[in-house]
């Protein structure tokens, strides 16, 4: 392929916890290398995250990115207006042009409050600023952005035994639920990961980056529908030193945890593709 064809040959699709962030401290940079590297090439860097829109933004605004996103497992995408001149199509909101695959969260909420009655559940909107800070390592002043819900409600449940039934219950209401790195998440029945990076490649596509290598990069089970549909799916390495229950034919592994396996494994993509520019 050899050196980059107007900067169109790569997009990337990374989740956060545990992967461009480590799982202990949150941290990225053992990742800076690659971020640097992305951001003087202009590849796109699309965050693909359980986490709400206001902890991606926090978080692009550090990174001094202006990328579209996925928030919430797939609930919604969230491109920048006028991004790269591309035309998008969707609702206009908060300067972002929004792509909404998942449901609204009061409804989410409403079917948890009832399951909450049959089950030992405790979702985010039942915790205090504390427990979730607690349960999450965040500070405070995190926790509060990560309760800003618009899509899925991560809850924890006391009874592990109980989630066969928990799920078939939620499939009544058109929900699902997806495990993460910490929590599970009740989400909508129609929305994933994958089908939000199929939804985004393809308005890439459309907008003249067809034949662009799609690079999907998780740590979890609910990574599996990202890293099952793009070109070259990679899983990091978890802290403890095992890799999620997931396997695809062309898998590549990392083998270090977190942003220290991001790094190695960015740049052994880009040697081996040879996308040097």
């Given amino acids: 392929m050899g050196g980059f064809l107007l900067n169109k040959d790569l997009i990337v699709f990374s989740d956060l916890d545990g992967t461009l962030l480590n799982h202990s401290d949150y941290s990225y940079k053992d990742a800076l290398p690659a971020l640097n590297y992305i951001k003087d090439k202009k590849i796109p860097l699309i965050i693909t995250t359980s986490k709400t829109r206001a902890e991606v933004e926090e978080l692009l605004n550090e990174l001094s990115l202006n990328e579209p996103f ?42 948890f409050q009832r399951l909450k009655k049959r ?27 990560a309760k800003k819900r618009e899509f899925s409600e991560p809850f924890i449940i006391e009874d592990k035994s109980l989630l066969p039934e928990l799920e078939s219950e939620v499939s009544k209401y058109s929900l699902k639920i997806t495990k993460g790195g910490r929590f599970y998440h009740l989400i909508g029945k129609s929305q994933d990961k994958g089908k939000a990076v199929l939804k985004t490649a393809h308005i890439f596509f459309e907008n003249s980056w067809r034949g662009a290598k799609t690079v999907g990069i998780g740590d979890s089970e609910n990574d599996f529908p990202m890293l099952k549909v793009v070109d070259i799916p990679v899983l990091i390495k978890k802290e403890t030193g095992e890799y999620a229950d997931i396997h695809l034919p062309n898998l590549i592994k990392s083998t270090y945890p977190g942003s220290k396996g991001w790094n190695e494994v960015f740049f052994s993509i880009i040697k081996r593709y040879n996308l040097i520019a």
């Fill in 70 to 111: 996925i928030v919430e497992n797939g609930g919604g995408i969230f491109f920048p207006e006028k991004y790269r001149n591309f035309n998008l199509e969707g609702e206009k909101k908060d300067g972002y042009v929004v792509i909404k695959l998942g449901v609204d969260y009061s409804y989410i909420r409403s079917i």
């Fill in 119 to 145: 089950f030992p559940v405790k979702g985010f909107g039942d915790m205090s600023v504390s427990e979730i800070s607690k349960l999450t390592d965040l500070p405070a002043e995190k926790a509060v952005l």
